[in-house]
């Protein structure tokens, strides 16, 4: 998994990013793929927030 940084003099920053899978060569053969940016990284944090949650919990 991974992203690229590129050029782009039409967005602001100057670059874009890309995520390393080739959408319409894997999109016949996978369920799901996850956009980049964006991606699981939302669902990354919220996992580990729960997790150390019920890790407290379970110490206390």
Do not use: Y
């Amino acid at each position: 998994m991974g992203i690229h940084r590129i050029e782009d003099s039409t967005k602001k920053s100057g670059f874009r990013l890309l995520g390393d899978v080739k959408f319409d060569e894997v999109a016949p053969k996978c369920a799901f793929i996850s956009p980049v940016p964006g991606g699981v990284g939302p669902m990354t944090i919220a996992s580990l927030l729960k997790n150390t949650l019920l890790a407290v919990q379970l110490k206390n």
